[in-house]
């Protein structure tokens, strides 16, 4: 994939964006987090994180990847598990 990402950054596009959304503070799910910022470093991706308090509601979460889903700049996201209790993963 590195090898993708520096052609298509040399043709003079812009290389690809993984976006991770984190709501609470889980300590494992912050180092898988790391490890993911750290493959797309390798490989010459950019890596955004949104992290989210607990207290965030499905809505809130939703609508944060409803504007994820329209952002060009955007090529994929990861909604890191596991959630809290008043948040359906099945809703993303």
Same mark, same amino acid.
Not at 3 to 22: D, F, M, S, W, Y
């Given at each position: !994939?590195?090898?993708?990402? @520096? @052609? &298509?950054? @040399? =043709?003079? +596009?812009?290389?690809? /964006? *993984?976006?991770?959304?984190?709501?609470? #503070? %889980?300590?494992?799910?912050?180092?898988?987090? =790391?490890?993911? /910022?750290?493959?797309? @470093?390798?490989?010459?991706?950019?890596?955004?994180? +949104?992290? &989210?308090?607990?207290?965030?509601?499905? =809505?809130?979460? *939703?609508? *944060?990847?409803?504007?994820?889903?329209? %952002?060009?700049?955007? #090529?994929?996201? &990861?909604?890191? *598990?596991?959630?809290? =209790? +008043?948040?359906?993963?099945?809703? !993303?």
């Amino acid at each position: !994939m590195a090898r993708e990402i @520096a @052609a &298509l950054v @040399a =043709k003079g +596009h812009r290389p690809p /964006q *993984l976006t991770v959304v984190l709501v609470g #503070d %889980d300590p494992a799910s912050r180092s898988y987090i =790391k490890g993911k /910022q750290r493959a797309c @470093a390798r490989i010459g991706a950019d890596a955004a994180e +949104h992290l &989210l308090p607990a207290s965030t509601s499905e =809505k809130e979460l *939703l609508d *944060l990847i409803g504007r994820l889903n329209r %952002d060009d700049a955007v #090529d994929g996201i &990861l909604v890191q *598990l596991p959630l809290p =209790k +008043h948040i359906s993963p099945e809703a !993303m």
